[in-house]
């Protein structure tokens, strides 16, 4: 019996920002594999387990569209001089922003209708007990993707951009890609994921993504990030 899914992930808008771009939000051209787990991990997430993004199949044709929208340039404190945990000890200060003095107008490059066949596998963590196998998360994950459930709403990429998420199901017709046929696209360097070493700050990593047929390869490039 396998363990691993497919899932079809779509929506109007996607935005997997680029991190090199510090003020403009502006997309990578596919989704990443950090994305893919967020969003697996929006349906099924336990400590017991971690989501492995096997591949990502891209079926629309990558289309960007521009937005500019008005956005704040700070955020409220929690921890600083007039935060919010100062405010809830003492009674003391005010935690505000003045929306018309700190408003900016930023670009977002976004994408545009996306459509994606995912596929997953989990591993178990050093987390899990006696109860927690294979069978048993395989078991409510299966479970959760059928009925359409899921803990926090799917995103891709910005809150503001909702995923469709769908299984597929083993026998189940799979649709093809538009690049099928189309061989090798360099997608340049992609983020893969953040690195949560114990004691360390999250640490960026990153991989050369080419996409074959409309397919990126993402097993592959774990296996090249843990070598």
């Known amino acids: 019996m396998g363990y691993g899914f497919t899932v079809r992930i779509r929506g109007a808008r996607a935005c ?14 596919v989704m990443t594999p950090s994305a893919a787990r967020g969003v697996m991990e929006a349906v099924y997430w336990k ?3 971690v989501w492995r993004v096997d591949r990502i199949a891209v079926l629309n044709p990558i289309e960007f569209a521009s937005i500019r929208r008005n956005e704040l340039n700070s955020k409220l404190s929690y921890d600083g001089a007039e935060g919010a945990r100062r405010l809830w000890r003492t009674g003391e200060g005010e935690i505000s922003v003045n929306a018309a003095e700190d408003r900016a107008q930023r670009n977002t490059l976004y994408l545009v209708d996306v459509d994606y066949l995912v596929e997953y596998h989990f591993d178990l963590t050093s987390r899990a007990g006696d109860e927690d196998t294979v069978e048993k998360h395989y ?3 299966l479970r959760r993707l059928r009925k359409g459930q ?10 503001e951009f909702p995923a469709e998420v769908t299984l597929v199901e083993e026998g189940e017709a799979r649709p093809a890609s538009c690049y099928e046929g189309a061989g090798e696209r360099d997608l340049g360097f992609m983020l893969y994921d953040l690195d949560f070493e114990a004691g360390k700050a999250p640490q960026p990593r990153f991989f050369r993504a080419i996409m074959r047929d409309g397919v990126v390869d993402t097993a592959a490039a774990r296996r090249g990030l843990l070598s």
């Open 150 to 159: 899921f803990f926090n709403h799917p995103y891709l990429g910005c809150r």
């Open 47 to 49: 400590p017991a387990i």
């Open 16 to 29: 997997f920002t680029r991190p090199e771009m510090h003020v403009e939000r502006v997309s990578y051209d």
């Open 139 to 141: 078991s409510i994950a």
